[in-house]
Protein backbone atom coordinates (compact mmCIF):
# COMPACT_ATOMS: atom_id res chain seq x y z
CA UNK A 1 0.00 0.00 0.00
CA UNK A 2 1.90 2.91 -1.22
CA UNK A 3 1.37 6.55 1.00
CA UNK A 4 1.90 10.19 -0.24
CA UNK A 5 1.78 12.22 2.91
CA UNK A 6 1.02 15.48 1.71
CA UNK A 7 1.52 18.81 4.20
CA UNK A 8 0.77 22.29 3.91
CA UNK A 9 2.67 24.74 6.10
CA UNK A 10 2.91 28.36 6.38
CA UNK A 11 5.19 30.24 9.70
CA UNK A 12 5.72 27.01 10.94
CA UNK A 13 9.47 27.28 11.59
CA UNK A 14 9.77 26.41 15.30
CA UNK A 15 7.71 23.57 14.52
CA UNK A 16 8.14 21.95 11.24
CA UNK A 17 11.52 20.19 12.06
CA UNK A 18 9.88 17.97 14.38
CA UNK A 19 6.78 17.31 12.27
CA UNK A 20 9.25 15.89 9.30
CA UNK A 21 10.98 13.87 11.40
CA UNK A 22 8.21 12.25 12.94
CA UNK A 23 6.91 11.42 9.22
CA UNK A 24 10.48 10.51 7.83
CA UNK A 25 11.45 8.54 11.26
CA UNK A 26 8.84 6.57 11.72
CA UNK A 27 8.53 2.33 11.50
CA UNK A 28 7.93 2.18 7.75
CA UNK A 29 8.19 6.12 5.67
CA UNK A 30 5.88 7.14 3.25
CA UNK A 31 6.08 6.50 -0.67
CA UNK A 32 6.70 10.16 -1.03
CA UNK A 33 6.34 13.45 1.23
CA UNK A 34 5.45 16.25 -0.42
CA UNK A 35 5.71 20.02 1.73
CA UNK A 36 3.20 22.85 0.11
CA UNK A 37 4.59 26.43 1.42
CA UNK A 38 1.94 29.26 1.79
CA UNK A 39 3.76 31.92 1.15
CA UNK A 40 5.59 31.84 4.32
CA UNK A 41 7.26 35.20 6.04
CA UNK A 42 9.18 33.71 8.70
CA UNK A 43 11.93 31.81 6.89
CA UNK A 44 9.78 28.43 7.17
CA UNK A 45 10.44 27.71 2.99
CA UNK A 46 14.50 28.55 3.32
CA UNK A 47 14.08 25.70 6.03
CA UNK A 48 12.25 22.82 4.19
CA UNK A 49 14.65 23.39 1.45
CA UNK A 50 17.72 22.75 3.18
CA UNK A 51 15.44 19.88 5.42
CA UNK A 52 14.71 18.34 2.41
CA UNK A 53 18.40 17.90 0.69
CA UNK A 54 19.82 14.22 0.93
CA UNK A 55 16.70 12.89 1.48
CA UNK A 56 15.37 11.03 -1.23
CA UNK A 57 11.42 10.82 -1.99
CA UNK A 58 10.42 14.67 -0.12
CA UNK A 59 9.46 17.36 -2.31
CA UNK A 60 8.72 21.16 -1.41
CA UNK A 61 6.16 23.52 -3.97
CA UNK A 62 4.79 26.52 -3.06
CA UNK A 63 1.24 27.57 -3.41
CA UNK A 64 0.57 31.76 -3.21
CA UNK A 65 -3.36 31.32 -3.35
CA UNK A 66 -4.02 31.77 0.61
CA UNK A 67 -5.99 28.94 2.80
CA UNK A 68 -4.60 25.48 3.24
CA UNK A 69 -7.39 23.59 1.23
CA UNK A 70 -5.21 25.45 -1.57
CA UNK A 71 -1.87 24.26 -0.58
CA UNK A 72 -3.13 20.52 0.16
CA UNK A 73 -4.77 20.17 -3.85
CA UNK A 74 -1.54 21.86 -4.58
CA UNK A 75 0.03 19.07 -3.20
CA UNK A 76 -2.77 16.24 -4.75
CA UNK A 77 -1.89 17.52 -8.44
CA UNK A 78 1.74 16.06 -7.80
CA UNK A 79 0.56 12.87 -5.95
CA UNK A 80 1.58 9.63 -7.76
CA UNK A 81 0.60 7.15 -5.46
CA UNK A 82 -1.97 5.17 -5.68
CA UNK A 83 -3.54 6.51 -1.65
CA UNK A 84 -3.05 9.74 -0.13
CA UNK A 85 -2.84 11.54 3.14
CA UNK A 86 -3.15 15.01 4.71
CA UNK A 87 -0.86 15.99 7.91
CA UNK A 88 -0.73 19.26 9.43
CA UNK A 89 2.85 21.36 10.16
CA UNK A 90 2.75 21.33 13.74
CA UNK A 91 1.64 17.38 15.05
CA UNK A 92 3.69 14.34 15.45
CA UNK A 93 2.79 11.34 13.71
CA UNK A 94 2.52 8.27 14.77
CA UNK A 95 5.88 5.90 14.63
CA UNK A 96 3.21 2.64 13.84
CA UNK A 97 0.83 4.38 11.06
CA UNK A 98 2.70 3.63 8.34
CA UNK A 99 3.04 0.12 9.72
CA UNK A 100 -0.40 -0.48 10.56
CA UNK A 101 -1.79 0.05 6.91
CA UNK A 102 1.41 -1.27 4.46
CA UNK A 103 -0.40 -4.84 4.07
CA UNK A 104 -3.64 -3.78 4.85
CA UNK A 105 -6.29 -5.63 2.34
CA UNK A 106 -8.19 -2.34 1.25
CA UNK A 107 -8.71 -3.14 -2.48
CA UNK A 108 -12.57 -2.59 -1.65
CA UNK A 109 -12.54 0.69 0.19
CA UNK A 110 -12.25 4.37 -1.14
CA UNK A 111 -11.29 6.00 2.28
CA UNK A 112 -9.70 4.36 5.78
CA UNK A 113 -11.19 6.51 8.84
CA UNK A 114 -9.09 6.37 12.03
CA UNK A 115 -9.11 7.98 15.07
CA UNK A 116 -6.76 10.27 15.94
CA UNK A 117 -5.39 11.86 19.42
CA UNK A 118 -5.35 15.38 20.37
CA UNK A 119 -3.55 17.22 22.89
CA UNK A 120 -4.63 20.29 24.59
CA UNK A 121 -2.40 22.07 27.34
CA UNK A 122 -0.06 18.73 28.02
CA UNK A 123 -3.17 16.52 28.34
CA UNK A 124 -3.75 13.74 26.12
CA UNK A 125 -7.58 12.27 24.78
CA UNK A 126 -9.14 10.47 21.70
CA UNK A 127 -10.84 12.95 19.26
CA UNK A 128 -14.59 12.77 18.93
CA UNK A 129 -14.59 9.39 16.81
CA UNK A 130 -17.98 7.85 15.60
CA UNK A 131 -17.63 4.84 12.97
CA UNK A 132 -21.14 5.90 11.13
CA UNK A 133 -21.71 7.00 7.58
CA UNK A 134 -24.55 9.23 8.17
CA UNK A 135 -24.03 12.82 7.39
CA UNK A 136 -25.22 14.11 10.07
CA UNK A 137 -22.85 12.56 12.33
CA UNK A 138 -20.12 14.49 10.51
CA UNK A 139 -22.20 17.91 10.36
CA UNK A 140 -22.88 17.93 14.30
CA UNK A 141 -19.46 15.81 15.07
CA UNK A 142 -16.72 16.84 12.96
CA UNK A 143 -15.80 12.89 12.97
CA UNK A 144 -13.43 13.23 9.56
CA UNK A 145 -11.10 16.05 10.83
CA UNK A 146 -7.90 16.02 8.06
CA UNK A 147 -5.62 13.42 9.92
CA UNK A 148 -8.63 10.90 10.30
CA UNK A 149 -9.08 10.78 6.60
CA UNK A 150 -6.98 8.55 4.43
CA UNK A 151 -8.29 8.40 0.92
CA UNK A 152 -7.93 6.54 -2.11
CA UNK A 153 -6.24 9.29 -4.77
CA UNK A 154 -8.26 8.61 -7.77
CA UNK A 155 -11.60 9.43 -5.43
CA UNK A 156 -9.98 12.78 -3.43
CA UNK A 157 -9.88 13.94 -7.07
CA UNK A 158 -13.26 12.76 -8.39
CA UNK A 159 -15.50 14.20 -5.84
CA UNK A 160 -13.73 17.75 -6.34
CA UNK A 161 -10.64 17.66 -3.88
CA UNK A 162 -10.35 20.60 -1.05
CA UNK A 163 -12.80 23.10 -1.63
CA UNK A 164 -10.31 26.65 -1.84
CA UNK A 165 -13.45 28.71 -1.25
CA UNK A 166 -13.07 27.61 3.08
CA UNK A 167 -10.77 29.05 5.07
CA UNK A 168 -12.29 27.28 8.21
CA UNK A 169 -13.56 24.14 8.86
CA UNK A 170 -12.72 23.11 5.42
CA UNK A 171 -11.55 19.24 6.59
CA UNK A 172 -15.55 19.52 8.20
CA UNK A 173 -16.66 20.67 4.59
CA UNK A 174 -14.54 17.78 3.04
CA UNK A 175 -15.93 15.27 5.57
CA UNK A 176 -19.32 15.90 4.87
CA UNK A 177 -18.65 16.01 0.83
CA UNK A 178 -17.08 12.84 1.33
CA UNK A 179 -20.23 11.19 3.16
CA UNK A 180 -22.63 12.61 0.50
CA UNK A 181 -20.65 10.50 -1.74
CA UNK A 182 -21.09 7.35 0.18
CA UNK A 183 -17.71 5.91 -0.67
CA UNK A 184 -16.51 2.77 0.92
CA UNK A 185 -15.06 3.55 4.13
CA UNK A 186 -12.94 1.18 6.22
CA UNK A 187 -13.83 2.71 9.99
CA UNK A 188 -10.30 1.66 12.07
CA UNK A 189 -11.11 1.66 15.92
CA UNK A 190 -8.02 -0.64 17.04
CA UNK A 191 -5.93 2.47 18.27
CA UNK A 192 -6.24 6.08 17.85
CA UNK A 193 -2.76 7.58 15.77
CA UNK A 194 -0.65 10.43 16.00
CA UNK A 195 -0.66 13.61 18.31
CA UNK A 196 -2.27 16.49 17.67
CA UNK A 197 -0.77 19.36 19.23
CA UNK A 198 -3.27 22.79 20.26
CA UNK A 199 -0.62 25.59 19.59
CA UNK A 200 -1.53 28.75 21.09
CA UNK A 201 -0.75 30.23 17.59
CA UNK A 202 -2.91 27.90 15.27
CA UNK A 203 -4.56 29.52 12.41
CA UNK A 204 -7.65 30.31 14.15
CA UNK A 205 -6.98 30.67 17.59
CA UNK A 206 -8.98 30.19 20.42
CA UNK A 207 -11.36 32.70 19.55
CA UNK A 208 -14.06 31.86 16.63
CA UNK A 209 -15.25 35.56 16.68
CA UNK A 210 -12.12 37.28 14.96
CA UNK A 211 -12.57 34.63 12.62
CA UNK A 212 -16.52 34.56 12.00
CA UNK A 213 -16.34 35.44 8.27
CA UNK A 214 -14.44 32.35 7.70
CA UNK A 215 -16.71 30.06 9.30
CA UNK A 216 -20.36 31.82 7.72
CA UNK A 217 -18.38 31.55 4.48
CA UNK A 218 -17.53 27.80 4.53
CA UNK A 219 -21.68 26.73 6.08
CA UNK A 220 -22.58 29.00 3.18
CA UNK A 221 -20.32 27.01 0.59
CA UNK A 222 -22.44 23.64 2.18
CA UNK A 223 -26.01 25.04 1.97
CA UNK A 224 -25.34 26.08 -1.53
CA UNK A 225 -23.96 22.45 -2.65
CA UNK A 226 -26.27 20.86 -0.69
CA UNK A 227 -29.56 22.63 -2.23
CA UNK A 228 -27.95 22.93 -5.99
CA UNK A 229 -27.52 18.82 -5.33
CA UNK A 230 -30.86 18.32 -5.56
CA UNK A 231 -31.03 19.16 -8.98
CA UNK A 232 -27.72 18.03 -10.28
CA UNK A 233 -24.96 15.30 -9.07
CA UNK A 234 -22.12 16.76 -6.66
CA UNK A 235 -19.73 16.04 -9.09
CA UNK A 236 -18.88 14.91 -12.96
CA UNK A 237 -17.74 11.38 -12.11
CA UNK A 238 -21.42 11.01 -10.09
CA UNK A 239 -23.18 12.24 -12.84
CA UNK A 240 -22.73 8.71 -14.24
CA UNK A 241 -23.15 7.15 -10.87
CA UNK A 242 -26.49 8.44 -9.53
CA UNK A 243 -26.83 5.81 -6.78
CA UNK A 244 -23.37 6.57 -5.10
CA UNK A 245 -25.30 10.06 -3.69
CA UNK A 246 -26.59 10.36 -0.24
CA UNK A 247 -30.87 9.92 -1.46
CA UNK A 248 -31.86 12.04 1.99
CA UNK A 249 -30.14 16.12 1.33
CA UNK A 250 -33.33 17.47 2.61
CA UNK A 251 -32.56 15.45 6.09
CA UNK A 252 -29.68 17.22 6.55
CA UNK A 253 -30.63 21.25 6.36
CA UNK A 254 -32.25 20.69 10.27
CA UNK A 255 -28.69 19.60 12.04
CA UNK A 256 -27.00 22.52 9.83
CA UNK A 257 -29.37 24.62 11.25
CA UNK A 258 -28.57 23.12 14.86
CA UNK A 259 -24.69 23.35 14.20
CA UNK A 260 -25.57 27.20 13.37
CA UNK A 261 -27.08 27.64 16.59
CA UNK A 262 -24.72 25.90 18.42
CA UNK A 263 -22.03 28.41 16.53
CA UNK A 264 -23.92 31.43 17.83
CA UNK A 265 -23.74 30.18 21.15
CA UNK A 266 -20.37 30.18 21.19
CA UNK A 267 -19.82 33.74 19.51
CA UNK A 268 -22.30 34.97 22.26
CA UNK A 269 -20.45 33.23 24.78
CA UNK A 270 -17.33 35.07 23.92
CA UNK A 271 -19.29 38.65 23.34
CA UNK A 272 -20.01 38.09 27.39
CA UNK A 273 -16.26 37.44 28.11
CA UNK A 274 -15.08 40.16 25.51
CA UNK A 275 -17.24 42.75 25.12
CA UNK A 276 -15.58 44.66 21.77
CA UNK A 277 -16.97 45.43 18.69
CA UNK A 278 -16.07 42.77 17.18
CA UNK A 279 -18.02 40.16 19.11
CA UNK A 280 -21.26 41.85 18.50
CA UNK A 281 -20.36 42.06 14.86
CA UNK A 282 -19.71 38.23 14.67
CA UNK A 283 -23.04 38.45 16.32
CA UNK A 284 -25.12 39.91 13.93
CA UNK A 285 -23.84 38.83 11.12
CA UNK A 286 -24.40 34.87 11.85
CA UNK A 287 -27.59 36.05 13.11
CA UNK A 288 -28.65 37.37 10.12
CA UNK A 289 -27.26 34.39 7.73
CA UNK A 290 -29.55 32.24 9.67
CA UNK A 291 -32.60 34.49 8.97
CA UNK A 292 -31.49 34.41 5.24
CA UNK A 293 -30.82 30.57 5.21
CA UNK A 294 -32.70 28.73 7.70
CA UNK A 295 -36.54 27.90 7.25
CA UNK A 296 -37.55 26.11 10.41
CA UNK A 297 -40.51 25.30 11.90
CA UNK A 298 -41.52 26.42 15.56
CA UNK A 299 -39.92 23.21 17.20
CA UNK A 300 -37.43 23.37 15.44
CA UNK A 301 -36.44 27.13 15.97
CA UNK A 302 -36.87 25.93 20.14
CA UNK A 303 -34.42 23.33 19.73
CA UNK A 304 -31.87 25.83 18.06
CA UNK A 305 -32.97 28.61 20.76
CA UNK A 306 -32.19 26.26 23.56
CA UNK A 307 -28.92 25.16 22.05
CA UNK A 308 -27.96 28.54 21.40
CA UNK A 309 -28.33 29.41 25.02
CA UNK A 310 -27.31 26.27 26.17
CA UNK A 311 -23.83 27.16 24.80
CA UNK A 312 -23.96 30.64 25.38
CA UNK A 313 -23.76 30.04 29.36
CA UNK A 314 -20.89 28.02 28.79
CA UNK A 315 -22.58 24.67 27.94
CA UNK A 316 -19.96 21.60 26.86
CA UNK A 317 -20.82 19.30 24.06
CA UNK A 318 -24.04 20.63 23.03
CA UNK A 319 -23.19 18.85 19.71
CA UNK A 320 -23.97 15.50 21.09
CA UNK A 321 -27.46 16.91 22.31
CA UNK A 322 -27.87 18.01 18.91
CA UNK A 323 -27.37 14.79 17.18
CA UNK A 324 -28.88 12.76 19.04
CA UNK A 325 -31.67 15.03 18.34
CA UNK A 326 -31.16 15.66 14.51
CA UNK A 327 -30.91 12.04 14.08
CA UNK A 328 -34.31 11.39 16.69
CA UNK A 329 -32.59 9.57 19.38
CA UNK A 330 -33.64 12.70 22.08
CA UNK A 331 -32.76 10.65 25.20
CA UNK A 332 -36.43 10.67 27.55
CA UNK A 333 -36.08 10.97 31.59
CA UNK A 334 -37.21 8.96 33.77
Wanted: glycine share 6%.
Amino acid sequence: MDITVIIPVKDRREHIGKTLDSILKSGIAPKEVIIVDNESTDGTYQFCEQYIKNRPNTTLLRETFPGAAAARNKGLKSCKTEWVYFFDSDDIFDYNFMSTFHNAQVDEYDVIAIPTRRVVNGKTFIRPYIPSDDPRVQILGDVLGTQNMLFRTDFLKSIGAWNTACRAWEDWELGLRVMLHQPRILWFKEKAFHELIANEDSVLGDCYSVNYKFFIRTLTATINDLQSSILQPLSHYHAQHLSCLYPHLDLLMYPLYLRTCILQGILQNEKMKGKSPEFRLAVKALTFFKKENFSMKPNQKFVGNCLRIYTMLGGQNAWKYALKIAQGKAARKK
